[in-house]
């Protein structure tokens, strides 16, 4: 692996925000994520996450939305979070301009990437991946969020904890079910929305993101 490459992006009429690209020699794809809402690029998980893909021969472009930067909370508007994706999109590609370009995140990144693929197309992405898609609110199950993504056109993959409680399962399995070309749905046993684990599970949370590592580069070749 080499050493991350680091950067500000130009989020036009929303200043800069940072951004952290990571790529092994024998990179066979470039995955660009955004972080959650509650998070940032430096989150544990999603660096342990990167460092997972690029063990795996995936590359990735992470950053952060404006709000992230500044004052903490809440987001941003969703047109806001949606010129980030976009701006995010176009400068991993000029990094890598070889690879096969997949795009996403973790919660509210991955939903706002797949809003801006169904606003319009993201030049150059071949497909979205969903690190546990927030499909409704804690406690209010409903799949409106999810409406959007008939409009997107792409291979998708969903990775879902059978805890997440911003996602029930049966609910999830049947927005997949309507979608064309059909997703993957990866279901991770015992996982949260966070992809936490019990200590009973018998699983540490490493393991747990070896696994998503090793799905996202087996559906990304």
């Known amino acids: 692996m080499a050493p991350p490459t680091e950067g500000r992006l130009d989020v036009p009429g929303h200043g800069t925000v940072a951004w952290r690209f990571l790529h092994?020699?024998?990179?066979?794809?470039?995955?660009?994520?955004?972080h959650g809402a509650g998070t940032s690029l430096h989150h544990d998980f999603l660096e342990?996450?990167?460092?997972?893909?690029?063990?795996?021969?995936?590359?990735?472009?992470?950053?952060?939305?404006?709000y992230r930067e500044g004052?903490?909370?809440?987001?941003d508007r969703p047109p806001v979070l949606q010129?980030?994706?976009?701006?995010?999109?176009?400068?991993?590609?000029?990094?890598?301009?070889?690879?096969?370009?997949?795009?996403?995140g973790k919660s509210l990144g991955g939903r706002m990437t797949s809003?801006?693929?169904?606003?319009?197309?993201?030049?150059g992405v071949q497909g979205l991946v969903f690190v546990g898609f927030p499909l409704h609110p804690r406690g209010k199950p409903a799949t409106e969020r999810a409406d959007h993504l008939a409009e997107v056109g792409l291979p998708m993959?969903?990775?879902q904890g059978?805890?997440?409680?911003?996602?029930?399962?049966d609910l999830l399995r049947r927005v997949v079910a309507d979608l064309q070309p059909e997703p993957t749905l990866h279901v991770v046993e015992g996982a949260d929305?966070?992809?936490?684990?019990?200590?009973?599970?018998?699983?540490?949370?490493?393991?747990?993101?070896?696994?998503?590592?090793?799905?996202?580069?087996?559906?990304?070749?």
């Open 24 to 34: 092994p020699a024998d990179a066979a794809a470039l995955l660009i994520l955004a």
């Open 48 to 66: 342990g996450l990167c460092r997972a893909l690029c063990d795996h021969g995936v590359a990735t472009f992470r950053y952060n939305f404006p």
């Open 71 to 75: 004052r903490g909370w809440p987001p």
């Open 83 to 104: 010129a980030t994706v976009r701006a995010a999109v176009t400068r991993a590609a000029e990094l890598e301009p070889g690879l096969p370009l997949l795009a996403g």
């Open 115 to 123: 809003a801006a693929a169904a606003e319009a197309p993201l030049p």
């Open 157 to 159: 993959l969903f990775l």
């Open 162 to 169: 059978t805890r997440d409680r911003l996602a029930e399962l």
């Open 193 to 221: 929305h966070g992809f936490g684990v019990l200590k009973r599970s018998g699983r540490t949370e490493a393991e747990v993101v070896e696994e998503l590592a090793g799905v996202v580069a087996g559906w990304s070749t």
